[in-house]
């Protein structure tokens, strides 16, 4: 059973940072790209960073995170990480890493650039971050 479990979550001051980590299990881990998305409350659920297969070794960060958060895999571990910095009251969220179903960051292109949650398919139970100001 494919399977994802995030950790690293909690309470953190404003302009602190902290690191998540999305664990695989079950799959191929380098046969797929892994994305992270955050849902606050009362809110959709927003694409926040996405990372290819190695190979490829592409990132996609939403505007609001660029230059803060940084993405990174280490296959050897099946893990993928969301080292965040410059944390604000607006980056308070559920984080949920999932699997894409492509080995690429699959980016819609529009008024800005977004990932969407239906390019993934397997979903971890999430982990709260709460940045209090």
């Known amino acids: 059973e494919a399977l994802l479990v995030e950790s690293g979550g909690g309470l953190v001051q404003a302009g602190g940072s902290t690191r998540l980590s999305c664990a695989a299990s079950?799959?191929?881990?380098?046969?797929?790209?892994i994305g992270w998305f955050r849902q606050a409350p009362g809110k959709e659920r927003e694409g926040v960073s996405c990372?290819?297969?190695?190979?490829?070794?592409?990132?996609y960060y939403t505007d609001s995170v660029k230059g803060r958060f940084t993405i990174s895999r280490d296959n050897a571990k099946s893990t993928v990480y969301l080292q965040m910095n410059g944390l604000g009251p607006e980056d308070t969220a559920v984080y949920y890493c999932?699997?894409?179903?492509?080995?690429?960051?699959?980016?819609?292109?529009?008024?800005?650039?977004?990932?969407?949650?239906?390019?993934?398919?397997?979903w971890g139970q999430g982990t709260q971050v709460t940045v209090s100001s």
């Open positions: 999932a699997r894409e179903t492509s080995r690429y960051c699959t980016v819609i292109v529009g008024a800005t650039r977004k990932i969407w949650p239906t390019d993934y398919d397997i």
């Open positions: 079950g799959f191929t881990f380098d046969d797929y790209a």
């Open positions: 990372i290819s297969v190695s190979s490829y070794g592409t990132t």
